[in-house]
């Protein structure tokens, strides 16, 4: 069954009754307690997005362990994948998983089409009010990427907009319920994530942020990237599907951030979500620019790992950034997008057990220092530095260019993190070497 631009499936005949969420639908992304997948079982989760990315027919060992491969395809986000590819006659899975995979596919499309209504109405009432505002990863790497709404599963909608007050405005035309804001937090809970409103609409969070407001407050690394593209990225939509449009190489920067920064390339769709990408709008994409705006961010040999997965795994004629060498993290880095310690979740935060949890949440704390190109001096403050700055600030409700406050703190914290970050860094490497 044709997958293509033209010739969309529609879930009417075959999806399942009402709305309610599936069983599937509920389940966490944590994977450490699962028991660790076989080799050939590996390579099958592996070959799941390669081959729907190549139309290939899926390679399916005898006697696989399906009870615990399926909760590995379906916590690693790959289920609509999966089913799609059953669908299309690619893969031949057990009765019971074809009918998850295929049912996980079309409850997709259900929720995609949900989603997509969302973005409109808040497409109309900024359009009313004259408010720019766009959307990134979720819906809008599946428009730009995917082309088969069915596929890529998300949870919730992330969107930007210039200032606070914009998506207050927002909020009040469409008269949805708030769910949580930053200036309602507490410390710790701002520690753990930049400033945003949130609010429900038609079932979906709505999660806003506004990097821009207020200006005199420095902006969060990790949205460092939107500024030097605010005309292109922030804009009044006009056309059907602006706001799940933005700006191809700001998207593709900032999801390579998402996933390197928050989630330390702990999931294999995001790698599929960078060759999609990459394929669907690479006559839209200014090469040159993302790599300046890498190096501009740090994030230049985060890049590197992440399209040389892909080349590996995925497509082997996608374009690959080069590395900046030598940089002591770089063999961390590669472990991270190591496929059994990303089935495993090594090194994400999604754990059951406590010293797993411990652990995730250390590797979170130097995470900062694991995925930045290496400064080759202490000052500047690089890019780990000045992300944990800015929310150690942020999370005290200091505001402004101190500088005194930035050199003291920004110093200690380099002075203990960055010690850490490389001792660990070269513990896991080593262990890693014993292993093999």
Request: glycine fraction near 4%; charge should be neutral; proline fraction near 8%.
């Amino acid at each position: 069954m044709n997958t293509r631009p033209g010739n969309p499936r529609t879930p009417e005949e075959n999806a399942p009754a009402g709305h309610q969420p599936h069983p599937h639908d509920q389940k966490s992304w944590r994977t450490s307690h699962l028991p660790e997948l076989p080799k050939r079982e590996l390579q099958v989760l592996l070959d799941i997005p390669s081959c729907w990315y190549n139309q290939q027919k899926l390679p399916i060992p005898k006697d696989c362990d399906w009870p615990i491969l399926w909760e590995y395809i379906d916590r690693h986000g790959l289920s609509g994948i999966a089913g799609s590819l059953a669908l299309d006659d690619l893969a031949d899975f057990p009765k019971e998983i074809d009918q998850a995979a295929t049912h996980r596919y079309f409850s997709n499309q259900l929720y995609y089409e949900q989603a997509v209504r969302c973005c409109s109405m808040v497409q109309e009432a900024a359009q009313k009010h004259n408010i720019p505002v766009t959307a990134m990863k979720g819906p809008a790497i599946s428009f730009q990427g995917y082309k088969d709404n069915g596929t890529r599963s998300f949870c919730d909608i992330d969107l930007f907009s210039d200032k606070l007050a914009s998506i207050q405005t927002i909020r009040e035309e469409l008269q949805s319920p708030l769910i949580k804001a930053s200036a309602n937090q507490n410390p710790l809970e701002k520690l753990g994530e930049s400033e945003c409103l949130s609010f429900r609409l038609e079932n979906w969070e709505l999660e806003f942020r506004y990097p821009f407001d207020p200006p005199a407050n420095p902006i969060e690394p990790m949205f460092d990237v939107l500024t030097g593209n605010k005309e292109q990225l922030l804009q009044i939509p006009t056309k059907p599907n602006d706001i799940i449009d933005p700006d191809p190489s700001t998207h593709l920067i900032f999801i390579i951030q998402h996933m390197a920064v928050h989630h330390l390339f702990s999931r294999f769709f995001w790698f599929l979500d960078l060759a999609v990408l990459i394929r669907e709008q690479v006559d839209r994409m200014d090469f040159q620019k993302i790599e300046k705006e890498l190096d501009r961010i740090g994030q230049r040999n985060a890049a590197a790992v992440a399209t040389a997965f892909c080349k590996k795994h995925i497509d082997p004629h996608i374009p690959c950034f080069t590395p900046k060498l030598p940089a002591w993290n770089y063999p961390i880095m590669n472990r991270c997008a190591n496929p059994r310690d990303i089935a495993n979740g090594r090194f994400g935060i999604y754990h059951k057990n406590t010293w797993r949890k411990i652990l995730g949440y250390l590797y979170g704390i130097i995470g900062f220092y694991i995925i930045e190109d290496p400064v080759r001096a202490f000052f500047p403050l690089g890019f780990g530095t000045r992300w944990t700055l800015h929310r150690m600030k942020n999370s005290l409700g200091i505001t402004g260019t101190k500088t005194a406050l930035n050199f003291l703190t920004g110093t200690s914290t380099r002075l203990v993190l960055y010690p850490i970050a490389r001792l660990t860094s070269w513990l896991t490497c080593l262990k890693t070497k014993a292993n093999n």
